[in-house]
């Protein structure tokens, strides 16, 4: 298993560029100009970063965190999720900046590889921004009524969050 | 505005929070330090991002995309029957699930609006019951290799940030399987 996690990114890598390299893309040169999007990527992603993790440490320090945890705790412990991850459930669908602000405040305060960690960062990797991609994508299709797709998107969000606490117990069991 | 409301509660909370707790000085010292630390995020967090939107690039120069859009297909025309013998929303519906897959968002959102503005045309103002899977589709996550999470971890001092791959893909794909079953069963019962 380990072997396996080791090869996970350098073997991605490695096909990755050995396909395009079949299909006789410039692979140095994509890498080069994916990278230096990536930087864009950063620029973006900074502003709103400042202001929401500036937020985020001001409610971590007043203990409102820990206070919302233990209101939470009594449901979500029933469901196997770490009541630490409160505040992820309720920014995720809204915003993805907080969402990132707030997940990397969880892996800070309690560690990348602990199961609070391990949760969130899963829990990021398997819901999106749900309010801001239907208010775009019915935006641009000028729609008005969106009938039953924000109760079908949040099941699907709760769903992720619950397995994304089960499967973190089930691929790393403390 | 809905921004504004979540970050002015967010700060208020705090404060009046700290004024109950008495950790105003914490609060104080975070005020100034979060800023700070947020840029460092962004820093420690830019060598691993940059590298996976330089292979992503490889990924959507060598047509992996168009590849995987097309063994898409025909699962695609049964999850939307109604648009199954439409050739330019099957086209655009596939091409921004399979870029989603890949994480090439820049590629998967223009096609996604695209997409949705052809599925819109029939029923101009309503979402149809193919619209509201398409959506749904797109707000359950099914990237799979999720970059930035994996990002942040390796920020966080993670040696092995992509070990959680495993777990998300357990996750992701048991959300979008709600999503999708929930949508078919609420097309059953909601009002046109």
Do not use: H
């Amino acid at each position: 298993m380990s072997l396996f996690f080791d090869l996970t990114m350098p073997g991605m890598i490695a096909l990755i560029a050995l396909w395009g390299m079949v299909r006789r893309v410039d692979v140095y040169d994509a890498v080069v100009q994916g990278a230096s999007g990536g930087l864009g990527v950063l620029a973006r992603i900074a502003p709103p970063l400042i202001a929401l993790l500036t937020a985020v440490a001001m409610l971590r320090a007043s203990g409102f965190l820990e206070l919302c945890a233990r209101w939470a705790a009594p449901l979500l412990l029933r469901l196997g999720i770490p009541p630490e991850t409160v505040p992820l459930l309720l920014v995720r669908p809204i915003s993805g900046s907080a969402a990132l602000g707030v997940g990397a405040d969880l892996m800070a305060t309690y560690g990348p590889d602990s199961q609070i960690g391990r949760t969130a960062a899963v829990m990021m990797g398997s819901t999106e921004t749900t309010f801001y991609t239907i208010a775009v994508y019915f935006g641009a299709a000028g729609v008005k009524k969106t009938r039953y797709a924000i109760p079908a998107a949040l099941c699907a969000d709760c769903v992720g969050f619950f397995t994304a606490a089960l499967a973190v117990r089930l691929f790393f069991p403390a | 505005m809905a921004m504004s409301a979540l970050w002015v509660g967010m700060i208020v909370a705090a404060i009046l929070c700290a004024l109950i707790t008495g950790r105003t000085d914490a609060v104080a010292a975070a005020a100034v330090s979060g800023a700070a630390d947020a840029v460092e995020l962004c820093l420690s967090m830019a060598g691993l991002l940059c590298l996976w939107m330089g292979v992503m690039e490889v990924m959507r120069r060598s047509g992996l995309s168009e590849k995987l859009a097309r063994l898409l297909r025909p699962l695609l025309r049964r999850l939307f029957p109604a648009f199954a013998g439409e050739e330019d929303v099957m086209a655009a519906v596939s091409a921004n699930l399979s870029a989603n897959l890949l994480g090439l968002g820049n590629a998967a959102t223009p096609l996604g609006l695209e997409a949705s503005r052809l599925m819109a045309r029939r029923t101009p103002g309503v979402a149809s019951d193919g619209l509201c899977m398409f959506v749904v589709c797109n707000t359950a996550s099914i990237q799979l290799i999720p970059t930035t999470v994996a990002s942040l971890r390796s920020a966080a001092g993670c040696a092995t940030p992509f070990d959680i791959l495993p777990a998300t893909w357990l996750a992701s794909a048991l959300s979008v399987l709600a999503g999708v079953t929930a949508a078919k069963v609420l097309a059953l019962v909601w009002r046109k």
